[in-house]
């Protein structure tokens, strides 16, 4: 099994910020579409340590795991079978799943 873990801090940045690259370096778009799909692709399993950072905005979280549905045409299962998400603070991994879901619902709802 091909496994890999992230830790946003030190292989992405301190500060992410933004929905979109136009936002900024930094945004949950640039993250997703350079590092976490690439991984998902790549990888058995794909660990995610947000601890380290500043912080999360919404945007950024959002735009970074929704997108993978929305975007990127991968599904909740799909994602729920390769993805973890580890963290000190149990409110990013809660809302990283809820927007997983919600992208997922509203997908499911357009066909």
């Known amino acids: 099994m091909k496994t890999k873990t992230i830790v946003i801090?030190?292989?992405?940045?301190?500060?992410?910020?933004?929905?979109y690259v136009t936002d900024g370096s930094y945004?949950?778009?640039r993250f997703r579409d350079d590092?976490?799909?690439p991984a998902l692709l790549n990888n058995?399993?794909?660990?995610?340590n947000?601890?380290?950072t500043l912080g999360y905005?919404?945007?950024?979280?959002e735009e970074a795991f929704g997108g993978l549905i929305r975007e990127k045409d991968m599904t909740l299962s799909d994602i729920k079978a390769k993805?973890?998400?580890?963290?000190?603070r149990t409110l990013y991994p809660n809302r990283i799943w809820k927007y997983l879901e919600n992208a997922q619902?509203?997908?499911?709802k357009r066909r």
């Open 27 to 29: 945004s949950g778009e």
């Open 57 to 61: 905005g919404s945007s950024f979280l």
């Open 83 to 88: 993805l973890q998400i580890t963290s000190s």
């Open 35 to 37: 590092i976490l799909l």
């Open 105 to 108: 619902e509203r997908k499911n």
């Open 50 to 52: 947000l601890d380290g």
């Open 44 to 48: 058995d399993l794909v660990t995610i």
């Open 9 to 19: 801090a030190k292989e992405f940045t301190e500060t992410p910020a933004g929905r």
